[in-house]
């Protein structure tokens, strides 16, 4: 059985960009669907860091007040491991205008309920879960849709949602946008990363970001309200070797670059609580097509270094939803509305090329210097004789890390 449904906007993927965009274009009045395959939000995220430029956003759509009552902790500085046992400050949060001097770590099921519990505010919002897009629907050469299908039940009830623009939201693996012919650029990543939790304990440090460096293993762990997330990082390609390896190994990688956690590795009970993250970087070349358009990781995949893809992949929904709701509502069609579609690409290409420029940076100075075990020495003396001797630089550093290039406001219809 084929049911078939139609809206304006079909948004794919219920992550923080697709529902942002939900939100924002039902606000302007425009009838959006978002789409999410999952059928409910209570899963282990990995990119749960809200910088300044999104709890700025969510400031200006009045949720400040809202976000704010959320479980979360705070992150006031990032700094690099000296030699001596020291520590260089390279990001101070402090030096930037309150109250968006820092970046919070929130469950991201939380952030997503509450932004889904504000669309639903709005009349013309509508959200779907449990089904996933098995394709896009073409006439002439025109994306007018897509196909849906149960994602726990693929031989179920299949659905045509038709629509005047489909946004794949869908992520770095995106159905939608390989349905439409469309294929990213890679670019190469020294490295995957293995998360999994420890435990908090009293007297621990919760507001600071420091990376652990030791031989050629890589550590980077996130205070949350309950617990520790943690990063190992490792050469691309290591999975098999760490798990063969054993837990026990694991354990002692992990108690070698923190000696504080030493006391607890025993709660990682088996190499099934660690989690490895294929890590990519791409970008796509032309974002969209007629009828279709990608943003997010489906148009510009980031690596975590920064922890900014979240964030960046909701300005992109800001900008999206900025340029195409007053197209929608002048009736532009066809040529007209391609033209918004492509304007979105022309605003937000620029901070993507930006932020992973900078990424493959990091790649070069730090991870592969890591790996090849030449980082002992320390990090790059240039930023940090910068950040220690000229402290303005501490500043820039974090706004650069706090809202990234080219930050977006909410529309002032979007406000509340």
């Not at 979360?72 to 930037?96: I, M, T, V």
């Not at 969209?288 to 964030?311: E, F, Q, T, Y």
């Not at 002992?376 to 650069?400: D, M």
Request: proline share 8%; hydrophobic share 45%.
């Amino acid at each position: 059985m084929v049911t078939v449904s139609r809206t304006t906007v079909a948004v794919v993927g219920g992550g923080p960009a697709g529902v942002v965009l939900g939100l924002l274009l039902a606000r302007a009045g425009i009838a959006v669907r978002v789409v999410e395959k999952h059928d409910d939000f209570n899963r282990d995220f990995r990119g749960d860091t809200v910088h300044a430029s999104t709890i700025r956003l969510l400031d200006e759509l009045g949720l400040g007040e809202r976000f704010a009552a959320l479980p979360q902790s705070r992150l006031d500085d990032f700094s690099l491991p000296l030699p001596d046992g020291s520590r260089a400050l390279l990001g101070d949060f402090s030096r930037l205008r309150p109250p968006y001097d820092h970046v919070a770590m929130v469950p991201q099921w939380d952030l997503l309920d509450l932004l889904v519990t504000a669309a639903r505010e709005e009349p013309s919002f509508e959200i779907t879960m449990g089904l996933a897009a098995t394709g896009t629907i073409e006439e002439n050469g025109v994306v007018t849709g897509v196909h849906l299908a149960p994602y726990r039940d693929p031989d179920g009830v299949t659905e045509e949602l038709r629509a005047d623009v489909v946004i794949a939201c869908d992520g770095r693996d995106s159905v939608l946008r390989s349905a439409a012919g469309l294929h990213p650029r890679s670019f190469p990543v020294p490295f995957d990363t293995w998360w999994f939790r420890l435990p908090r304990e009293p007297g621990d440090a919760t507001t600071a970001l420091v990376p652990a460096f030791s031989g050629t293993d890589v550590l980077l762990s996130f205070p949350r309200p309950d617990y520790h997330q943690v990063a190992y990082f490792a050469p691309k390609g290591s999975d098999a070797a760490l798990r063969a390896a054993g837990v026990e190994s694991f354990r002692a990688r992990v108690a070698r670059l923190r000696p504080d956690f030493a006391g607890r590795v025993d709660t990682i009970a088996s190499m099934d609580d660690v989690h490895v993250l294929d890590v990519r970087m791409d970008r796509l070349t032309r974002w969209w097509r007629p009828g279709l358009l990608c943003i997010g990781d489906a148009a510009h995949a980031m690596s975590p270094a920064g922890g900014v893809g979240i964030n960046l992949a909701v300005q992109d929904a800001v900008a999206t939803a900025a340029i195409l709701a007053p197209a929608l509502g002048r009736g532009l069609r066809g040529a007209d509305l391609d033209r918004a579609l492509a304007a979105v690409q022309r605003r937000r290409t620029p901070p993507a090329v930006v932020v992973q420029t900078a990424q493959a940076f990091l790649h070069r100075v730090v991870f592969e210097r890591a790996f090849a075990g030449t980082l002992q020495a320390g990090p790059p003396r240039l930023p940090v004789l910068l950040a220690r001797y000229v402290p303005p630089v501490r500043g820039l550093y974090a706004r650069g890390i706090a809202f990234g290039p080219l930050p977006e406001h909410a529309p002032a219809w979007a406000r509340r």
